[in-house]
């Protein structure tokens, strides 16, 4: 992993990194080693305090480009939107997108079916 750009950001209270990763001859780097090679490159960097924004692999290069964030502290990383939280496993109470279906959605479901019993 290359560290292109790296900005500090007071306002937020963190630091955005921009990155690229040449990976011949294997799979796209996964998000699990993205946070690794993170947390190696960025001095004070914790695994529970770095989210991957972004991560791009052009079709037929092992070029993998993206952006990451480092917060200072677990307060503020916990103002990034529940979806990219539930991504980290970062937030308990981050709602999961698929729901259980209902009894009614059943019958309902069985009634535009048009089957009869």
Same mark, same amino acid.
């Given at each position: 992993?290359? =560290? =292109? #750009?790296?900005?500090?950001?007071? =306002? ?10 040449? $990976?011949?001859?294997? +799979? %796209? @780097? &996964?998000?699990?080693? =993205?946070?690794? +090679?993170?947390? !190696?490159?960025? @001095?004070? +960097? &914790? !695994? /529970?305090?770095?989210?991957? !924004?972004?991560?791009? %692999?052009?079709?037929?290069? @092992? ?18 939107? !529940?979806?990219?939280?539930?991504? $980290?496993?970062?937030? #308990? /109470? ?8 209902? +009894? ?14």
């Amino acid at each position: 992993m290359e =560290i =292109i #750009d790296r900005k500090e950001n007071s =306002i937020l209270n963190r630091v955005e990194l921009s990155w690229q990763w040449r $990976h011949m001859g294997s +799979a %796209t @780097p &996964t998000r699990a080693q =993205i946070i690794d +090679a993170v947390v !190696k490159m960025e @001095p004070g +960097a &914790t !695994k /529970d305090r770095v989210i991957v !924004k972004s991560v791009n %692999t052009r079709f037929g290069q @092992p070029l993998t480009t993206g952006n990451a964030l480092v917060y200072a502290d677990r307060a503020d990383l916990e103002k990034e939107p !529940k979806y990219i939280l539930s991504r $980290h496993g970062g937030s #308990d /109470d981050a709602e999961s997108p698929v729901e259980a279906p209902s +009894a009614e959605g059943d019958e309902e479901a069985a009634e535009i079916a048009g089957g009869e019993e």
